[in-house]
């Protein structure tokens, strides 16, 4: 027999079988290798979308931590360096925008060396509440409050109410002070001492020769408006 016959017999088939099965090992079929290949490059664009939206949503959280830590701060009161304009000078002073503007006016009445209650705060030519605050009243570094204050015939009207000089050694510690008749002297003395930076120092205020004490009444001393009372350290 020739080589080829034995050929034949080794694939104990036909001779078509042998072609046939020649071509199924040296040409694979193109549609199904194509199928193949198409389910790999779904497969692999599944996954690459299913990491982009994980890295997106991790993107996302973060972001809105950030924020959160804005919003957080957002609420922290911040400080607001106030112009405020009286006569021809500016005054600058440091207030929280949560602070009612009272501690304005007590500020101008240590710089002014006068009664709080003399002292009116205007905007635009409207005056301004002591309660209000000046994140309510939309108040930012721009703006300029004006400072009047009020002269001693402004209190001539009210009966019960004294202007009284407090003064000491110094011509810079001298302070006008309005009180009424029958308001114990206590008021008067602290608000001295604090404009005066004195705190808790030792003073003694006098008037007329006599050491004056905390209870007593400009009433009860005879006080006039225009009295002077005397303080020594």
Not at 7 to 34: A, T
Not at 85 to 93: A, M, P, T
Not at 132 to 156: F, R
Not at 170 to 199: F, R
């Amino acid at each position: 027999p020739s080589l080829f016959d034995q050929d034949i017999k080794i694939f104990h088939g036909p001779l078509h079988l042998l072609h046939s099965k020649r071509r199924v090992v040296s040409k694979p079929n193109k549609k199904l290798v194509f199928l193949e290949m198409s389910r790999m490059y779904d497969q692999n664009f599944k996954n690459l979308s299913m990491s982009l939206s994980a890295a997106k949503r991790s993107l996302q959280d973060q972001i809105f931590d950030e924020d959160d830590v804005v919003l957080i701060d957002a609420f922290e009161p911040r400080e607001l360096m106030l112009k405020i304009r009286c006569r021809v000078d500016i005054y600058k002073i440091c207030i929280l925008m949560t602070e009612p503007l009272q501690r304005v006016v007590d500020r101008m009445s240590e710089i002014l060396k006068v009664h709080p209650n003399r002292i009116i705060l205007l905007h635009y030519d409207s005056e301004l509440s002591v309660d209000a605050t000046p994140a309510k009243l939309d108040l930012g570094v721009a703006d300029i409050i004006d400072c009047i204050v009020e002269t001693s015939n402004q209190w001539a009207d009210d009966p019960g109410a004294l202007l009284l000089r407090v003064q000491g050694k110094d011509k810079c510690s001298v302070m006008e002070i309005t009180v009424q008749k029958g308001e114990p002297l206590e008021a008067l003395m602290n608000h001295y001492k604090e404009a005066q930076g004195l705190g808790r120092s030792k003073v003694v205020f006098y008037f007329d020769g006599q050491r004056l004490t905390e209870t007593l009444t400009p009433e009860q001393l005879g006080m006039e408006s225009g009295d002077v009372i005397e303080v020594w350290n």
